[in-house]
């Protein structure tokens, strides 16, 4: 709903003017559809000032540190709902009654087989084969296997190519780390929960089942829940830009991924724990923070800032309670928990990061709690992917379902050559 207008003026006349259309909550946006036809784009690589489309899934206020699912605080939703009540509400709107849960579990609970075909997949890799490239292959080959519900126009093929994607991410998963361990895949169990199925495929092996421990499981479904979605984040963006040419949902979701895979965003988790391995010892920590200072040094303290997050990232702050709970309830005295918080305390105090807006981010903890749980370091982005597929797919599906949907085009500010005599190379 267009409010008021916002008239641009070059060189004081006056261009044209533009709609301010107004959301439930958050910034207003200028709609500057029609600038291209007065001669002019807009300029904002990265888009920190660019609204890409319209959308009622997750609201985020970076300066409050607020971070809400179809308006429901992630607190909330962290400390009293399960991972799969989380999908349903990303995925339908509103928080399910209880048969409407228990229906959506038992779908997803009877989709988490995988064809015995795609097992063959795995095999093409080497041993080292990084977790991540596996996931992104195999994610993309699953519309191999469905030829019959890739109708992008059809609502409810679209779900149900959403709930195959929920239901069988920590089948893949848990696929590509046994693979790279040499251990053999473990199949699914539908008596157990989302994150107990996903330990038990991780851990449980041929002589002997996993014991899942209540805590673990626990903080595994919170982790899963903490990174179900962002808004439009790079990841998220790229799946919709992947969607908005028509390309089927398992191509779109594999986009993802491949997207969520860099240090800069989901790879970070990863990245963050290598980090505090080199750092080693709180003795260290001062060395590192000023090369995170110098500007002449590459280096970045992983972990830390965001593009949204000017104040603090609420999720961080559940990650952290998790955290010390694990460690308490394992036992577990983590010496890269003393430098991670010794870090933060530093962080938070030096007049670099305090300026910068600087604060830890989801990443910063949930490598603590991944490895206490004995999830290897190169799994950490696998389980950001897993969890971060029904963000995914739910943007996906939202915007597919908005009519008018048009193929994502960015312009450009074109700076090469112009209009050059070309000389053919035998004449050169
Ligand atoms: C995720 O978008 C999302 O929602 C992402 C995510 C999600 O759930 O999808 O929240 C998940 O990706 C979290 C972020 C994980 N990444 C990291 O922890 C990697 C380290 N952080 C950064 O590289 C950086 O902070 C970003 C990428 C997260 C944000 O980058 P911006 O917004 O583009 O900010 P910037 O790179 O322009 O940095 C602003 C300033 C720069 O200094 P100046 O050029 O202004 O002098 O802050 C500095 C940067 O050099 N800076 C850092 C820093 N992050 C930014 N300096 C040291 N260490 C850092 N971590």
């Given at each position: 709903?267009?409010?008021?207008k916002?008239?641009?003026s070059?060189?004081?006349?006056?261009i044209?003017?533009?709609p301010?259309?107004?959301?439930?909550?958050?910034?207003d946006?200028?709609?500057?559809?029609?600038?291209?036809?007065?001669?002019?784009?807009?300029?904002?690589?990265?888009?920190?000032?660019t609204?890409?489309?319209?959308?009622?899934?997750?609201?985020?206020?970076g300066?409050?540190?607020?971070?809400?699912?179809r308006?429901?605080?992630?607190d909330d939703?962290?400390?009293?709902?399960d991972?799969?009540?989380?999908?349903?509400?990303?995925l339908?709107?509103?928080?399910?009654?209880?048969?409407q849960?228990?229906?959506?579990k038992?779908t997803?609970?009877n989709h988490?087989?995988?064809?015995?075909?795609?097992v063959?997949?795995?095999?093409g890799?080497?041993?080292?084969?990084?977790p991540?490239?596996?996931?992104?292959a195999?994610v993309?080959?699953?519309?191999s296997?469905?030829?019959?519900?890739?109708?992008?126009?059809?609502?409810t093929?679209?779900?149900?190519s959403?709930?195959?994607?929920?239901a069988k991410?920590?089948?893949?998963?848990?696929?590509a780390y046994k693979?790279?361990?040499?251990?053999?895949?473990?199949y699914?169990?539908?008596?157990?929960?989302?994150a107990?199925?996903?330990?038990?495929?991780?851990f449980s092996?041929p002589?002997?089942?996993y014991?899942?421990?209540?805590?673990?499981?626990?903080?595994?479904?919170?982790?899963?829940?903490l990174?179900?979605?962002?808004?439009?984040?790079?990841?998220t963006s790229?799946?919709?830009?992947?969607?908005?040419?028509?390309?089927?949902?398992?191509a779109?979701?594999?986009?993802?991924?491949?997207?969520?895979?860099?240090?800069?965003?989901?790879?970070?988790?990863?990245?963050?724990?290598?980090?505090?391995?080199?750092?080693?010892?709180?003795?260290?920590?001062?060395?590192?923070?000023a090369k995170?200072k110098d500007?002449?040094?590459?280096?970045?303290?992983?972990?830390?800032?965001?593009?949204?997050?000017?104040n603090?990232?609420?999720?961080?702050?559940?990650?952290?309670e998790t955290?010390?709970?694990?460690?308490?309830?394992l036992?577990?005295?983590?010496?890269?928990?003393?430098?991670?918080?010794?870090?933060?305390?530093?962080?938070?105090e030096?007049e670099?990061?305090?300026?910068?807006?600087?604060?830890?981010?989801?990443?910063f903890?949930?490598g603590?709690?991944?490895?206490?749980?004995?999830?290897?370091?190169s799994?950490?982005t696998?389980?950001f992917?897993?969890?971060r597929?029904v963000?995914?797919?739910?943007?996906?599906?939202?915007?597919?379902?908005q009519?008018?949907?048009k193929?994502?085009?960015?312009?450009?500010?074109y700076?090469?050559?112009?209009?050059?005599?070309?000389?053919?190379?035998?004449e050169?």
């Amino acid at each position: 709903m267009a409010d008021s207008k916002a008239s641009l003026s070059i060189d004081g006349k006056v261009i044209a003017d533009f709609p301010i259309l107004t959301g439930s909550a958050g910034f207003d946006v200028i709609d500057i559809r029609t600038l291209g036809s007065h001669g002019y784009f807009t300029y904002d690589p990265g888009f920190l000032a660019t609204a890409s489309c319209e959308s009622a899934i997750t609201f985020i206020d970076g300066g409050k540190g607020i971070l809400q699912h179809r308006g429901y605080a992630i607190d909330d939703l962290a400390k009293k709902a399960d991972y799969l009540e989380v999908c349903y509400i990303l995925l339908n709107g509103d928080a399910p009654t209880k048969s409407q849960y228990d229906e959506f579990k038992s779908t997803i609970t009877n989709h988490t087989m995988v064809h015995e075909k795609l097992v063959h997949f795995f095999q093409g890799f080497l041993p080292d084969a990084h977790p991540m490239a596996m996931v992104c292959a195999v994610v993309g080959a699953l519309s191999s296997f469905y030829h019959s519900d890739l109708d992008i126009n059809e609502p409810t093929q679209r779900m149900r190519s959403a709930h195959r994607l929920i239901a069988k991410m920590p089948t893949i998963a848990a696929m590509a780390y046994k693979y790279s361990i040499g251990q053999p895949f473990v199949y699914p169990r539908n008596d157990l929960s989302y994150a107990e199925n996903f330990l038990h495929m991780m851990f449980s092996v041929p002589a002997e089942e996993y014991k899942v421990s209540p805590t673990v499981a626990a903080a595994m479904d919170r982790i899963f829940t903490l990174h179900a979605d962002h808004e439009q984040n790079a990841s998220t963006s790229t799946v919709r830009l992947a969607g908005s040419s028509g390309a089927n949902p398992y191509a779109c979701i594999a986009a993802g991924v491949a997207s969520l895979w860099g240090p800069a965003h989901g790879g970070a988790n990863e990245a963050c724990l290598t980090m505090l391995e080199e750092i080693g010892s709180v003795d260290n920590i001062a060395k590192y923070v000023a090369k995170a200072k110098d500007k002449n040094d590459s280096f970045r303290l992983m972990g830390f800032g965001h593009r949204v997050y000017k104040n603090f990232d609420p999720r961080a702050t559940v990650m952290r309670e998790t955290c010390h709970e694990v460690l308490k309830e394992l036992n577990i005295q983590d010496p890269l928990l003393d430098v991670a918080m010794e870090l933060e305390r530093i962080a938070l105090e030096d007049e670099y990061f305090v300026s910068k807006k600087l604060y830890p981010n989801v990443d910063f903890y949930s490598g603590i709690i991944l490895k206490a749980i004995g999830i290897p370091t190169s799994m950490f982005t696998v389980i950001f992917a897993m969890s971060r597929t029904v963000g995914w797919i739910s943007h996906w599906d939202e915007m597919l379902s908005q009519p008018g949907q048009k193929i994502g085009r960015p312009r450009q500010k074109y700076t090469g050559e112009i209009n050059r005599t070309f000389v053919p190379l035998d004449e050169r």
